[in-house]
C-alpha cells in the first residue's frame, strides 16, 4: 500500500473518516499531529497515523509519610511540572499509575487529571531502530 505524507488539504479527508469510524476519542488538529501519513484510494483517506508531542509524568514520593503530607507533596509538585509540560508546549501529560497504588488515581482526579479507559502500549527508541532496521 502506498503510504504518503499527508498534506493540509487530506484533513478534511482524515476528519470525515475519523467521525465515521465512530473512535472514542477527539482527534486532534491538525497543526498539533506531527508525521502525519496517509493512505489513500483515489482522494478518499482510508487510513492515517500520526503522533502529538505527550509527556510522561513521573513521581516518587516517600510512601512512608502520612497521607495528608503525601497530598500536599502531590500538590505542590503539580504546579511547577504542570507550567513545565505547558512550557513544553506538550499537548498532553500522561502518568500511569502502579497498580499497588489504586487510590492515587482519585488524588489525581481531584487535581483535573482524567482517566481513560483505554490500554496503553509503548515502543522505545532501541526498538524502533531495532524494527525499522528490517524494513
Known sequence: ?????????????????????????????SEHLRGLHIISEGSDVIAAAGFERCAQVYMVLDTTLPAGIRMEAIKALHI????????????????????????????LMNLGWSK??????EIDQATIKEKLSKC
Open 1 to 29: 500500500m502506498p503510504v504518503r505524507l499527508a498534506t493540509e488539504a487530506d484533513f478534511e479527508s482524515i476528519k470525515r473518516l475519523h467521525k465515521r469510524s465512530g473512535y472514542g476519542y477527539q482527534l486532534p488538529d
Open 80 to 107: 511547577p511540572v504542570a507550567r513545565a509540560v505547558e512550557q513544553d508546549e506538550s499537548e498532553r501529560a500522561f502518568v500511569f499509575l502502579d497498580p499497588q497504588f489504586p487510590r492515587f488515581g482519585k488524588r
Open 116 to 121: 481513560k479507559l483505554w490500554n496503553c502500549f
